[in-house]
């Protein structure tokens, strides 16, 4: 059972990342189609370069081209770095305010020692951001960038990086990878057990 709560709590939370992914998904999509359609700098560069190319308008072209290519690629990177930068203030505020994130209230658990200091909940936020999240989109990132066999290793260190966070999770001790580092465990709260009645006397 507390197995299947800490599995719940981290399904609550890594939803609430994928909503934010898919914003900011969204959001990427609309500033890279805007470069296609209102470019005024980029369109002021490409007529200036097509002046000053003497003819060569294929080269002029593939400027302007690289031109919205660049910033489409920054435009992700940013958005995969405020993607980051929000998961580790989430869990950051949440262990540092509350001692739990939403996943954890809501499925009665609780991050101790109870309200850690925020260096704690600081490390504790950076080592689950970056098994949940971070390397992985240091992998998206460098695939953008064209770093296909460098993202492949990437990925296989966000896959490996995740499972030693969350396999020992499973084990007796049930402390994950970033509870170690911050020196924290995760307990139940809200379920007491039954107590006891005493056996009735008949007479």
Same mark, same amino acid.
């Given at each position: ?63 302007? =081209? ?79 960038? =064209? ?40 307990? =139940?709260? =809200? ?13």
């Amino acid at each position: 059972m507390p197995k299947l709560r800490r599995a719940t709590a981290w399904l609550v939370d890594f939803t609430l990342v994928v909503a934010l992914a898919s914003a900011l998904a969204v959001l990427t999509f609309h500033r890279v189609s805007a470069l296609v359609t209102d470019v005024p700098e980029l369109a002021t560069r490409g007529g200036f370069d097509l002046l000053t190319s003497r003819g060569d308008v294929l080269d002029a072209s593939q400027d302007l =081209g690289l031109s919205l290519w660049d910033k489409s690629v920054l435009y992700v990177e940013q958005a995969f770095g405020l993607l980051v930068l929000t998961v580790f203030l989430y869990q950051w505020a949440c262990l540092a305010l509350a001692g739990r994130t939403i996943g954890k209230a809501l499925a009665g658990l609780r991050v101790t020692p109870n309200l850690p200091p925020r260096v704690r909940a600081a490390r504790r936020a950076a080592v689950t951001t970056a098994a949940d999240v971070a390397v992985y989109a240091v992998a998206c990132v460098l695939l953008v960038e =064209g770093q296909i066999v460098l993202s492949v290793l990437v990925w296989a260190v966000a896959v490996v990086l995740f499972l030693i966070n969350a396999l020992p999770v499973l084990s007796p001790g049930r402390r994950s990878l970033a509870d170690r580092v911050a020196g924290t465990a995760v307990t =139940g709260i =809200g379920f007491s057990r039954p107590v006891a009645m005493p056996p009735v006397r008949t007479s």
